[in-house]
């Protein structure tokens, strides 16, 4: 039927079906983002309510939280499509693969990275940061969990389909975080004690130039040498 | 040379002695299970091969 | 070529078993030579007194976890691609002895840390990147080991390794960022200032020992597996081992 469908136009399709997907799935969107909420909120429970030492600790906290809220949320990225058999068809469609796998990478960010962006404010102020700090926790998060999906899609696809993939999946990628971890919360430290946080800003985004090119690629070629 | 002097290690004896016992266990695991797991593999090859001829 | 003749199990296994002999000799002997020379020849540190023999375990402990993932990612890169099935086999033997290598140099790095530092553990820059070396190379183990399908689990921990060791470098490097954020000069460095010709003799006997060692135990451990792969195939049974 449209076998000459433009590369953009067949993007836009997958893009739009996977959102369709999630939002008829809406547990699957609310479940990371309860977690995030609820970790950060045990916090303050574990290490007491001193707002001095909660805003020390808040760029840190907010920052694991993250890398595990998106971590809960990569197991689901490609097993649907795995026990429906979408995922062989998406490979085997005259695209390139790579492209296809992209637009899945972009709906899981839309899905469990973009809240995070949204609801960290009402936690930053929860946790008496300075509005500095809850702006600069914003942007960090704008930029670095595109980085987590894009990363966190090479890992799923890796492992997909293997038993106990959950936690695999976590000893594989969480080292490969860190670089986000320590770039993200540097900045905000950086910004709100007064210096200028550009430099962890632009290094930050020469991590997500690179991933954006290579993961999206990886993670299709993972995916051939996982359903072969 | 002393040798209670060259034990005691300056009085730092745990750590050094300890760093030298830790790398001792460390490799002589990592050669005597793989060579103990190669020798029986050699020793049931060279029985087949007697059966066999 | 000779090199991909070679790259056959049929003859890499006895090649392997011609020069094993070889290897693990020269290992003991400069292994000895090293352990002479540290203990005995080399003398103690102005400042860091007898510690500094932890030293003689420790660095060489250390360069060789990441020689060997550096050679792991290498022989991933080849596996994939011309399709060696060898490399495989020489990436799981290193997998276990690199990782060896990795817990050695932090156990002994915080052997060293306490009378240096006064702790058990520091977040220094070098632990904390040691340390994430070792969550990498478990990291590979566990996804090698969970896959059953031997092509699959080839060319996933391929596929990861290559993934590490690119991220290595920046890991590297945002650590050691972190670390001076974090920690303005509070630690002493670890390599000193200089280092004196009767330090750095045992230091680089060591090292090479500890290489020697390596090619060795891999050379077993890969006649081990292909043992393992081949017991069926018709040139094992006619060798006879």
């Not at chain 1, 995030?36 to 030492?53: A, D, H, N, R, T």
């Not at chain 1, 008496?128 to 899609?153: E, H, K, R």
């Not at chain 1, 540097?186 to 690179?210: D, K, P, V």
């Not at chain 3, 030293?55 to 402990?61: D, E, G, K, Q, S």
């Amino acid at each position: 039927m449209t076998h000459n469908l433009g590369l953009l136009a067949s993007w836009q399709r997958v893009l739009k079906r996977e959102l369709l997907l999630a939002y008829r799935q809406r547990n699957d969107i609310l479940t990371p983002l309860i977690f995030f909420i609820i970790v950060i909120s045990l916090f303050p429970l574990g290490v007491g309510p001193e707002p001095e030492i909660l805003r020390t600790i808040a760029p840190g906290v907010i920052w694991v939280a993250a890398l595990l809220a998106t971590l809960l949320s990569l197991a689901r990225l490609f097993n649907n499509e795995l026990h429906d058999g979408t995922l062989e068809q998406l490979l085997l469609t005259p695209q390139p693969a790579s492209v296809l796998v992209f637009a899945k990478i972009v709906s899981h960010w839309l899905t469990t990275g973009l809240p995070l962006v949204l609801i960290s404010p009402l936690l930053a102020l929860s946790l008496d940061m300075s509005s500095t700090a809850l702006i600069y926790t914003m942007l960090t998060l704008l930029l670095g969990t595109p980085i987590l999906s894009l990363i966190g899609a090479i890992g799923a696809a890796l492992t997909l389909g293997l038993r106990g993939g959950g936690v695999l999946l976590a000893l594989l990628i969480l080292p490969l975080y860190i670089p986000v971890l320590i770039f993200s919360t540097g900045a905000i430290i950086a910004a709100s004690n007064g210096f200028s946080a550009e430099g962890h800003l632009s290094l930050i985004g020469a991590y997500l130039i690179i991933t954006l090119i290579f993961a999206p690629w990886v993670t299709s070629y993972a995916l051939r040498v996982s359903l072969d | 040379m002393n040798w209670a002097e060259f034990f005691n290690m300056g009085g730092h004896a745990f750590n050094v002695w300890g760093s030298y016992i830790l790398a001792f266990v460390i490799l002589g695991l990592n050669i005597w299970l793989p060579l103990r797991k190669y020798r029986a593999q050699q020793r049931k090859i060279r029985q087949q091969h007697e059966t066999a001829s | 070529m000779i090199f991909q003749k070679y790259a056959a199990p049929k003859y890499f296994y006895p090649l392997a078993g011609k020069c094993l002999p070889w290897f693990g000799t020269l290992a003991i002997l400069t292994i000895c030579a090293g352990l002479y020379l540290g203990l005995f020849v080399a003398p103690p540190d102005y400042q860091q007194g007898e510690t500094v023999r932890i030293m003689f375990i420790h660095v060489p402990a250390a360069w060789m976890s990441m020689f060997i993932y550096a050679m792991m990612a290498g022989a991933a890169a080849i596996g994939l691609v011309w399709k060696i099935k060898l490399t495989d086999t020489f990436i799981t033997a290193s997998a276990a002895i690199g990782a060896s290598f990795t817990l050695l140099a932090l156990l002994t790095g915080s052997l060293w840390g306490k009378p240096m530092w006064g702790a058990w553990w520091v977040w220094d820059a070098r632990l904390t990147s040691e340390l994430i070396l070792l969550f990498l190379y478990l990291g590979f183990m566990s996804l090698h080991s969970a896959i059953d399908d031997p092509r699959r689990a080839s060319r996933a921990g391929a596929i990861l390794l290559l993934i590490g060791v690119i991220n290595l470098p920046v890991i590297h490097y945002s650590v050691e960022w972190w670390n001076t954020l974090h920690q303005p000069t509070s630690v002493a460095r670890i390599d000193g200032p200089r280092i004196h010709s009767s330090i750095l003799t045992p230091l680089l006997i060591m090292a090479v020992a500890f290489k020697l060692f390596y090619v060795s135990v891999v050379l077993i451990r890969m006649r081990s597996s292909i043992l393992d792969n081949e017991a069926d195939s018709r040139w094992l049974q006619e060798q006879g081992a």
